[in-house]
């Protein structure tokens, strides 16, 4: 739905207040989590009312215990479904853009082919491979680990890609456009990769930290997700207006920067749960979620209409891959430094990922001041 949604806001607006729009999609995603904590907060405070309520419409004791229990975590995963009620009214009043329109009209968006998904159903079964090789209920030698990952992957790859290239080989387009676009999709997998694995690595696991430190008291893991979800909210909006102002890739820089300074200074800083700990975990969250602002602002100006959705879509899903590979890691470095501080030392570890991306982004095109290509 991101990738979709992304191209579809851009182009239904023509490229206009790109800065905005990209902000307001970063701080509507992350929104999302301040909403979690408060519905969690709200279960964990009712949960003996709503055992009551669940027995009493006739669901058996069993099933009552298991949404009800461990801070009615489950109920709270039933409610996530909620939001895809929305798709209806989306389907009935949001209308296509118009760029899209000009672009079927022409004909140039009919040589995609739905028999070519059948590559996007190979690769997502060699994802599938990967975590399964990486779970800890599986017990697989290092090394068939790291030479399954990296064959899947290739799997993965030439799967999610064959669509691309299949429509660019039947669209007629020039070997040079061909690989234009491979390439980009290829660095902006690598881009995102590098965002959603600083967060999921690091700064996703502040919740368990919390309950930790603060000896499971109670509110604590929600209270720590609240005050990250509204740095990320906050941040989101301010990290694609310092994208127009210094440029793309040196904000890209910028904020791997930051995100590193404040993940650190959160998780090497806090021994204990209080007010300095939610202090430093907004500005951990707000720190590493200005990607999300980022990313909706750069990943459409990379692609033209004829393949923004799928370009961008295959950028950041990719990067989830990427990013899902190494956030299992975390679990295992956690172990590795178990004497000299345990799960912090470990994030703080993985945080070193940024660097990656101080490289990568400058492989890219630089797209500050250029329209949305057509």
């Known amino acids: 739905e991101w990738s979709l949604g992304v191209a579809l806001v851009m182009e239904v607006w023509g490229g206009r207040s790109r800065s905005l729009l990209a ?112 779970t800890p ?27 691309v290239r299949r429509y660019l080989a039947r669209s007629s387009s020039s070997p040079d456009f061909s690989r234009r676009i491979i390439g980009r999709m290829a660095i902006a997998a690598c881009l995102s990769g590098v965002a959603l694995l600083g967060t999921w690595g690091s700064i996703q696991w502040a919740t368990n930290w919390a309950d930790e430190i603060s000896h499971q008291q109670p509110g604590a893991k929600q209270w720590t997700m609240f005050c990250s979800a509204w740095g990320a909210v906050l941040s989101s909006m301010v990290a694609p207006l310092v994208g127009d102002w210094l440029g793309r890739r ?26 300095l700990f939610l202090g430093s975990v907004f500005l951990a969250g707000g720190a590493t979620a200005t990607f999300y602002g980022w990313l909706p602002l750069y990943l459409p100006e990379l692609f033209p209409t004829q393949v923004r959705a799928t370009g961008q879509g295959f950028s950041f899903n990719f990067g989830r891959i990427i990013a899902a590979i190494g956030a299992l890691q975390t679990g295992a470095l956690t172990t590795l430094f178990k004497e000299i501080g345990g799960l912090p030392v470990a994030c703080s570890v993985m945080c070193l990922i940024y660097f990656v991306g101080v490289a990568i982004i400058w492989l890219a095109p630089e797209t500050k001041g250029k329209p949305l290509p057509d």
């Not at 209920?137 to 669509?163: C, H, K, N, Q, S």
């Open 137 to 163: 209920m599986f017990e697989v030698d290092v090394w068939v680990r790291l030479f399954g990952t990296i064959a899947a992957l290739a799997v993965v790859t030439a799967g999610y890609l064959y669509p």
């Open 250 to 275: 040196i904000t890209y820089c910028l904020l791997c920067g930051c995100a590193l300074a404040a993940t650190w200074i959160f998780y090497l800083g806090n021994t204990e749960y209080g007010p």
């Open 23 to 134: 902000g307001l999609i970063g701080a509507a995603a992350n929104l999302g989590y301040v909403i979690v904590a408060l519905l969690s907060l709200q279960l964990e405070q009712i949960a003996g009312t709503l055992t009551h309520f669940v027995s009493a419409i006739g669901i058996s004791d069993g099933w009552t215990t298991r949404l009800t229990s461990n801070s009615a975590w489950r109920m709270l995963m039933v409610m996530g479904t909620l939001p895809a009620l929305l798709t209806f009214f989306i389907r009935a009043y949001v209308p296509e853009s118009a760029k899209w329109e000009s672009e079927r009209k022409s004909g140039s968006t009919s040589s995609w082919a739905t028999r070519d998904l059948l590559g996007v159903l190979v690769g997502s079964l060699a994802a599938l491979t990967i975590l399964g090789l990486w």
